[in-house]
C-alpha cells in the first residue's frame, strides 16, 4: 500500500531539485503524477526515469505565469488520470542565483527583478491554484500545497527583498485558500524549507565564507537533501493530513526556532 494509492496530483516546477524529488517520492507511494517546468529537456529526463522505474508520471511545459499552461496541464491531469486530488505549488525562484553568492540590496533591486520574482513565485501559485479549485471540486476533495520558504516567515533569512515579499504573500494566500475552500474538502497549507541542496542555492553555498555564514545559523549544521522536505510535502497531500489546513509545515534544520 502506498501513502499516495489512487491520488492524482500535479507538480508544478519538477525538473530538478525539490520539485523533482517530489515526483519521484508521490510516484513511488502510489499517485499518478502529472508535472510541469520550463526546463522541458530536464523535465522530460526525470519522466523517462521514473517512467523506467515503472511509475506513473507524465511531463508537461509549464510556465507558472501563464493562465493558458495551466488550463492544460489540468486538462491533462483530468483526461489522462480521471481527476485531480493535490496540487503542489514548487516552481520559485530567487533573483540572488543570477547576481551571484551574495544579498541584493533594496537599493540594488530593479523593477524588472521586483516583477519576475512576484509573477513566478505569487502570481504563479494563484494562478495553479485558481485552475486547480474547479477540478478538485469535481474529484470531491483535495489538497494544495504551497512551497514558501522560512524567508516567508522573516527577514532575517533576506537574499532579496522581492523573494521574501513573494514568500509571504505565499504564506498568507494559502490560509486564504483554505478557510475559502474548507467546506468543499480542499485543504491548502504552505511548507517552510531552510537551507535544502538544490541548484537555486548552489551559487551560495559554493562561496566557501558565504556557506559559512550560514551554515553557523543553523541549530541542526547542515543544508538538507530535498527528500527531508518531500516528505513533508507528502504528508499534507496524502490523507493523513485529512484534518489539516492553513497550517505552515517549517523544514528548516531549526532556523527560525531560535
Ligand atoms: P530549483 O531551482 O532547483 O527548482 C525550481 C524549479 O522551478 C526549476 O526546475 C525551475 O526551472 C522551475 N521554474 C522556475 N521558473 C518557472 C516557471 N516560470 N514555470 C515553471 N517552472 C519554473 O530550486 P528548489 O530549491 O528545488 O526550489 C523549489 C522551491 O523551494 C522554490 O519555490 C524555492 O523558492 C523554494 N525554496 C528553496 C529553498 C532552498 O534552499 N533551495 C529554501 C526554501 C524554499
Given at each position: 500500500?502506498g501513502r499516495?494509492?489512487?491520488?492524482v496530483a500535479?507538480?508544478?516546477?519538477g ?5 523533482a524529488?517530489?515526483?519521484r517520492l ?7 503524477v502529472v508535472?510541469?517546468?520550463?526546463l522541458d ?11 523506467a ?13 501563464s493562465?493558458d499552461?495551466w488550463?492544460a496541464i489540468v486538462?491533462?491531469?483530468?483526461e489522462r488520470y ?5 496540487l ?9 542565483v ?6 541584493i540590496?533594496?537599493?540594488d533591486?530593479?523593477?524588472e527583478?521586483?516583477?519576475?520574482v512576484?509573477?513566478?513565485n ?5 494562478l495553479?491554484t ?6 478538485m471540486r469535481?474529484a470531491g476533495g483535495?489538497s ?13 533569512w533576506?537574499r532579496s527583498h522581492?523573494?521574501n515579499a513573494?514568500k ?5 494566500f494559502?490560509?486564504a ?7 468543499e474538502?480542499?485543504r ?5 524549507p531552510g537551507p535544502?541542496m538544490t541548484?537555486?542555492s548552489?551559487s551560495t553555498?559554493?562561496d566557501?565564507e558565504v556557506a559559512?555564514?550560514?551554515?553557523a545559523l543553523?541549530p541542526l549544521?547542515r543544508r538538507a537533501?530535498p ?9 499534507l497531500?496524502?490523507d493523513e ?5 492553513g497550517?505552515?509545515?517549517v523544514?528548516?534544520?531549526g532556523?527560525?526556532?531560535?
Amino acid at each position: 500500500m502506498g501513502r499516495m494509492d489512487d491520488k492524482v496530483a500535479i507538480i508544478s516546477g519538477g525538473a530538478r531539485g525539490m520539485g523533482a524529488e517530489e515526483v519521484r517520492l508521490f510516484a513511488r507511494e502510489g499517485a499518478k503524477v502529472v508535472f510541469g517546468d520550463i526546463l522541458d529537456e530536464l523535465g522530460q529526463q526525470v519522466e523517462a526515469d521514473c517512467r523506467a522505474e515503472g511509475l506513473d508520471v507524465a511531463y508537461a511545459h509549464l510556465d507558472v505565469t501563464s493562465e493558458d499552461d495551466w488550463r492544460a496541464i489540468v486538462a491533462l491531469a483530468e483526461e489522462r488520470y480521471g481527476k485531480l486530488d493535490a496540487l503542489v505549488n514548487n516552481a520559485g525562484i530567487s533573483i540572488s542565483v543570477e547576481g551571484g553568492a551574495r544579498n541584493i540590496s533594496l537599493e540594488d533591486t530593479s523593477v524588472e527583478q521586483w516583477d519576475r520574482v512576484m509573477d513566478i513565485n505569487s502570481k504563479g501559485v494563484f494562478l495553479g491554484t485558481r485552475a486547480a479549485i474547479p477540478a478538485m471540486r469535481r474529484a470531491g476533495g483535495g489538497s494544495i500545497i504551497n512551497i514558501s520558504s522560512i524567508a516567508g516567515m522573516t527577514g532575517a533569512w533576506s537574499r532579496s527583498h522581492p523573494y521574501n515579499a513573494s514568500k509571504g504573500a505565499v504564506r498568507l494566500f494559502t490560509k486564504a485558500t483554505a478557510v475559502q475552500h474548507a467546506r468543499e474538502g480542499i485543504r491548502a497549507n504552505s511548507v517552510h524549507p531552510g537551507p535544502i541542496m538544490t541548484p537555486m542555492s548552489e551559487s551560495t553555498y559554493a562561496d566557501p565564507e558565504v556557506a559559512a555564514q550560514r551554515l553557523a545559523l543553523v541549530p541542526l549544521g547542515r543544508r538538507a537533501h530535498p527528500i527531508e522536505v518531500a516528505y513533508g510535502v507528502l504528508y499534507l497531500a496524502s490523507d493523513e493530513a485529512s484534518f489539516v489546513t492553513g497550517a505552515e509545515l517549517v523544514i528548516d534544520g531549526g532556523c527560525i526556532a531560535q
